[in-house]
């Protein structure tokens, strides 16, 4: 199991419905085996609901196995604000954020939204 900071987040849980083989591209980028993803969400948020599940289904069609994958579960104050594990060392101010790191330094980041799918866009970047 993936590391998981606080309650389930279960918009984590894979699509059934993206096609893999339609993202031949992005899956094989994803694989790299040195890659860590570290995953800022929550389920009373639209976007994550909108744009994690395609992007968990991407994480299990490149077999990244739960050693290398940290979700961080992302609450809201009054304010606005955002709190959880992780919230302040990486500078997470909106969600879904997704930040990939190789050997302990940052390659890859999409915050909230992208111009394509969050896996598109982080593959992308690598």
């Known amino acids: ?5 606080g309650p389930v987040l279960e918009t984590m849980r894979p699509d059934p419905m993206w096609d893999a083989t339609a993202h031949a591209e992005t899956v094989a980028a994803l694989a790299a085996p040195d890659l860590h993803f570290h995953v800022w969400g929550a389920d ?14 991407a994480l299990a069609a490149a077999a990244v196995p739960p050693a290398r994958l940290s979700i961080y579960t992302v609450t809201k104050g009054s304010d606005g604000t955002k709190a959880g594990p992780q919230v302040d060392a990486y500078g997470i101010e909106l969600i879904p954020t ?4 190789r050997d302990g330094v940052e390659v890859a980041r999409v915050v909230e939204d992208a111009p394509r799918s969050l896996a598109a866009a982080l593959a992308d970047q690598l």
């Open 1 to 5: 199991m993936a590391h998981q900071a």
């Open 98 to 101: 997704v930040v990939i790191e």
């Open 44 to 57: 009373w948020c639209g976007d994550c609901r909108r744009q994690l599940p395609r992007f968990a289904a």
